[in-house]
């Protein structure tokens, strides 16, 4: 099996920052897209930030030019830098992996618990 467990989460104030953390653990040959989502109350899980293997990055529309993803690969670790931080972004926070757990298997999707990120305004 594969775990993912996030961590950085937390209470900041508007234009504060906070930097969020996920590790990849378990029965792991590779890891193709990990990503960031989050879903705030009432609303449906939306994507954040992601990036592949090779380092290609997407954003929404709503954090460009304010968060940035970025991964580790020796460390199986995605981390998402969020700055100038808006009461909007509040909402928890998925990372996401599509991994392939041994040679000729297929791809699976693991999803991390979430963490809680709340902007005071």
């Known amino acids: 099996q594969v775990q993912l467990v996030e961590s950085g989460g937390g209470l900041v104030q508007a234009g504060g920052s906070l930097r969020l953390s996920c590790a990849a653990s378990?029965?792991?040959?590779?890891?193709?897209?990990m990503g960031w989502y989050r879903q705030a109350p009432g609303k449906e899980r939306e994507l954040v930030a992601r990036?592949?293997?090779?380092?290609?990055?997407n954003y929404a529309d709503s954090v460009k030019g304010r968060f940035i993803i970025s991964r580790d690969n020796a460390k199986n670790t995605v981390y998402l830098q969020m700055n100038s931080l808006k009461p909007e972004d509040t909402a928890v926070y998925y990372c996401?992996?599509?991994?392939?757990?041994?040679?000729?298997?297929?791809?699976?999707?693991?999803w991390g618990q979430g963490t809680q990120v709340t902007v005071s305004s």
């Open positions: 378990g029965i792991i040959f590779s890891i193709n897209t």
């Open positions: 990036v592949t293997e090779g380092d290609k990055t």
């Open positions: 996401n992996s599509e991994v392939l757990r041994k040679r000729g298997d297929r791809w699976y999707v693991y």
